[in-house]
Each structure stands twice: as structure tokens, then as C-alpha cells.
Antibody, heavy 119, light 106 residues
């Protein structure tokens, strides 16, 4: 069974940092296009970042320069390092898989981890 | 930048109703559109991809159509478990979601 499990969320003060993790089972993170998507409380979905199988990374304008996506191939884990957090970064963070280079959808999602940025 | 506009943003419907949600792209995106269902406190669930392909395991009462700039998600006969928020999405190097349509019980 394919499964993604996020962790690492919590309460952090503005300006602080957090590292989220997404542990994958049933798939190989390095073989897929792995995304982070977030959702502020009561709001819609916002794409955050993607890590391609070939190592290329892309970021939403709102997080570029503050967030870094990476992976640990040996542990099959996707990460999102979030620095200089602001209250606008509060929300649930999901990791999600885009299965192939020619696919245009995300077919597997984790349950999410909650990040709260507050003083 | 391409924008995705969903309409309506909210709709009230009864069990058994036929429901149609529209997603309009500001520029043509061929058939590169997906639809997701999200229930409160849960992760999004893929329903439709490539505008009209039903994801495995999704009931056949869900269907998608369209290409270019206008797309629709149709629920043929609304069931109690279908009350949720629906999002369209265009996926490329900078994915984009529509604003969502909340379907509530009338």
C-alpha cells in the first residue's frame, strides 16, 4: 500500500524555523515528483514546492528563499525546511505525489501536519 | 500567470441532485486539469485527472469534461458522502489550485 506520513509540525514563533518530514512507504521518493501543498485555516489549497526525480526544485513565489525542499534517498523521506516563518505560513502541510513526468495530477496524499506560527 | 476560477464558490443541493461545478482558466491549458474532493479535516482526494479520466476507485457518478479554458465536474446523483469542498488544479512546474466549491446539504 502506498502511504505518505507527514511529521514535524508544531508551534513556532515568528521568525523561527521548522523542518517537516514526509515518510513514504510503497513508493520511492526519488522516483517520483514529490510536492508540498499547504492549507491555511479555513482557506483553499496552496502549492508550496516540488522536488523532481532528477533533483530539480521549484517553489511558490510566497516561500522562495525561505523554504527548502530536499530528500533522503536512503531513508525514503521528503523534507521541507522552513525558515523565517511568518504568521501567514500557519496551516496544514501535506505532501503529495505526482506519479510521472507526464502526469498532471497528485494521486497520493498524506494526512498532513499542522504548523502554527504565533507569538 | 494563469488563473483558475471556480464557480460557484458555494452551492446548496439535495441528495439525488445533479451538480455541476465549473473551472475556468485564464489561458488555454489543453486537458491538463484535475479535480479533488476534500472533506473537513481530511486530505484532498483525487477524483478526475486529464480533465475527464476517473481515478481508480472513484464512483462513476463523478465525471469531468472540458478542454482549453473551460472545465466542468459533474456529480450525477449527489450522495450524502459527496458533501465536501471540490478543487480544480492545473499541474506543471508551478501548480495552481482553484479557489474551491463547497457543496452543502440543502
Amino acid at each position: 500500500e502506498v502511504q505518505l506520513v507527514e511529521s514535524g509540525g508544531g508551534l513556532v514563533r515568528p521568525g523561527g524555523s521548522l523542518r517537516l518530514a514526509c515518510a513514504a512507504s510503497g513508493i520511492t521518493v526519488s522516483d517520483n515528483y514529490m510536492n508540498w501543498v499547504r492549507q491555511a485555516p479555513g482557506k483553499g489549497l496552496e502549492w508550496v514546492s516540488v522536488l523532481y526525480g532528477d533533483g530539480r526544485t521549484f517553489y511558490a513565489v510566497s516561500v522562495k528563499g525561505s523554504f527548502t525542499i530536499s530528500r533522503d534517498n536512503s531513508r525514503n523521506i521528503l523534507y521541507l525546511q522552513m525558515n523565517n516563518l511568518g504568521t501567514e505560513d500557519t496551516g496544514v502541510y501535506y505532501c503529495a505525489r505526482r506519479p510521472r513526468a507526464d502526469s498532471n495530477h497528485m494521486d497520493v496524499w498524506g494526512k498532513g501536519t499542522t504548523v502554527t506560527v504565533s507569538s | 500567470d494563469i488563473q483558475l476560477t471556480q464557480s460557484p464558490s458555494f452551492l446548496s443541493a439535495s441528495v439525488g441532485d445533479r451538480v455541476t461545478i465549473t473551472c475556468r482558466a485564464s489561458q488555454g491549458i489543453s486537458s491538463y486539469l484535475a479535480w479533488y474532493q476534500q472533506k473537513p479535516g481530511k486530505a484532498p482526494k483525487l477524483l478526475i485527472y486529464d480533465a475527464s479520466t476517473l481515478q481508480s476507485g472513484v464512483p462513476s457518478r463523478f465525471s469531468g469534461s472540458g478542454s482549453g479554458t473551460e472545465f466542468t465536474l459533474t456529480i450525477r446523483s449527489l450522495q450524502p458522502e459527496d458533501f465536501a469542498t471540490y478543487y480544480c488544479q492545473r499541474l506543471n512546474s508551478s501548480p495552481l489550485f482553484g479557489g474551491g466549491t463547497k457543496v452543502e446539504i440543502k
